[in-house]
């Protein structure tokens, strides 16, 4: 063999030495990102993201990576916990209720963002409209405003008497003011009086429930806000002790002991959000993809409450709810 030919060969060898090297090589892993409000020493949030998207084949671990950042119910702490998100690269930001969006939003023009449990985002200035979010951010709205209304009718017919029905809602959240004052008006037409309990501090909480039930409320409507959800089994304790028939905003409170919710059905918002996280990761724009309103919804109840506020729900509300937790 020539030496020209010996070195030809030789190279061939090398090529072909390399190529199950190359092909071995990992490809690689998204990175998403998940920013709440919440605590995760108190809920089960960290397995909620990597439960909606497993059925969408996403494992944590192995074929993406989910980086978690908790407030711990100090909306402070949000904009520091979304630059830190921002400087780790994710490839998408998920960010459940109002303040979180808009801190995400605030961190980034260029990451995807991906919001959930928003009420209006466009009166919030998320989204430019829900056909055509513009920018880079996308998700789903839950109409909470729209369904302030809904939830006092139910609470009137649940408790036909009531006439003073106390609203807890959070000043700093600007979803929850938009319900408060959704709820004011819808008040008018039922007849009913409100007495408000505007907390923005958990501390707060035991002496509210105190000034409302001194005012003569007969029940309690809670807006969905971030403060109450990260302390929910506090307000539904806090409910319970001062016997007030209460219907909230995300069924997450009636699993903590709360008598009643009505909002958009969460099994299918789960797998609406998986599937547009799961467009972004394939390269979907966001601005391509519509903002999202719920088509169903669920109204749950809770026997167990009730029985220990000395309530009967009227047979007619019960037939309507589509689960009784007994």
Not at 217 to 226: K, M, P, Q
Not at 257 to 263: C, P, Q, R, T
Request: hydrophobic share 45%; charged share 25%.
């Amino acid at each position: 063999m020539t030496k020209k030919l010996f070195c030809a060969a030789l190279a061939v060898l090398v090529f072909a030495l390399c190529l199950p090297a190359q092909a071995q090589q990992p490809a690689k892993v998204p990175k998403v990102g998940r920013l709440s409000s919440g605590s995760l020493a108190s809920d089960a949030d960290r397995e909620f993201l990597g439960r909606v998207l497993r059925p969408l084949g996403y494992f944590d671990g192995k074929n993406i990576a989910i980086e978690f950042r908790y407030a711990d119910g100090k909306l402070d702490r949000l904009p520091a916990l979304a630059k830190e998100l921002v400087d780790l690269k994710v490839d998408v930001l998920v960010a459940s209720t109002t303040p979180v969006a808009l801190a995400a939003k605030n961190a980034t023009r260029t990451i995807p963002i991906v919001f959930f449990r928003v009420s209006d985002p466009i009166v919030v200035g998320l989204i430019d409209s829900l056909a055509r979010p513009g920018g880079n951010i996308t998700g789903l709205t839950d109409i909470g405003a729209v369904l302030a209304g809904k939830r006092l009718e139910l609470l009137k017919e649940t408790v036909p008497k009531v006439s003073r029905v106390a609203v807890l809602w959070d000043p700093q959240n600007p979803a929850s003011v938009q319900e408060w004052k959704e709820s004011q008006l819808v008040a008018r037409e039922l007849g009913l009086q409100l007495h408000s309990m505007a907390v923005s501090n958990a501390d707060r909480y035991e002496s509210a429930f105190k000034e409302a039930t001194k005012a003569r409320s007969g029940a309690l409507a809670v807006t969905g806000n971030s403060l109450a959800v990260a302390n929910r089994k506090q307000i539904a304790d806090l409910a319970i002790k001062n016997r007030l028939p209460a219907i909230y905003h995300w069924d997450v409170f009636v699993a903590s002991g709360g008598l009643m919710s009505y909002g958009p059905d969460q099994a299918e918002q789960d797998r609406r959000l998986a599937v547009i996280i799961d467009k972004i990761l394939k390269g979907t724009k966001p601005s391509e993809i519509p903002t999202e309103q719920p088509m169903r919804f669920e109204f749950i109840v809770n026997l167990n409450a009730a029985k220990q506020i000395g309530l009967t729900v009227p047979p007619n509300v019960l037939v309507r709810a589509q689960k009784v937790i007994r």
